[in-house]
């Protein structure tokens, strides 16, 4: 079994910084992309940032500058550092990844965390 569990949500004003982090754990062979989507209320999810194991990086248009994504391969780790924050980046905040488990090498799965919230009050 493959549990992603996150960490570092909360209040914070803005202008203010979060880092928000994600572990993955269980029966893992190999990770490959991991990110983190956002749905805000009322909204449909949305990509904020992924990360290739290789380390290439992709943004959404209204995170770049501000926020970084960074992953430890070995800690099997995702992390987001989110900077300047704005009243629009309030949301639910959830980790990604695309895992291969031990149980099944020939067909990797998408596995999601609980989702932590993010506040940011102007």
């Known amino acids: 079994q493959v549990q992603l569990v996150e960490s570092g949500g909360g209040l914070v004003q803005a202008g203010g910084s979060l880092r928000l982090s994600c572990l993955a754990s269980?029966?893992?062979?190999?990770?490959?992309?991991m990110g983190w989507y956002r749905q805000a209320s009322g909204k449909q999810r949305e990509l904020v940032a992924d990360i290739t194991s290789g380390g290439a990086t992709n943004y959404a248009d209204s995170v770049k500058g501000r926020f970084t994504i960074s992953r430890d391969n070995f800690k099997n780790t995702v992390s987001l550092q989110m900077n300047s924050l704005k009243p629009e980046d309030t949301a639910v905040y959830s980790c990604?990844?695309?895992?291969?488990?031990?149980?099944?090498?020939?067909?990797?799965?998408?596995?999601w965390g609980q989702g932590t919230q993010v506040t940011v009050s102007s």
């Open positions: 269980g029966s893992i062979f190999r990770i490959n992309a």
């Open positions: 990604n990844a695309e895992i291969v488990a031990t149980t099944n090498l020939l067909r990797p799965r998408d596995y």
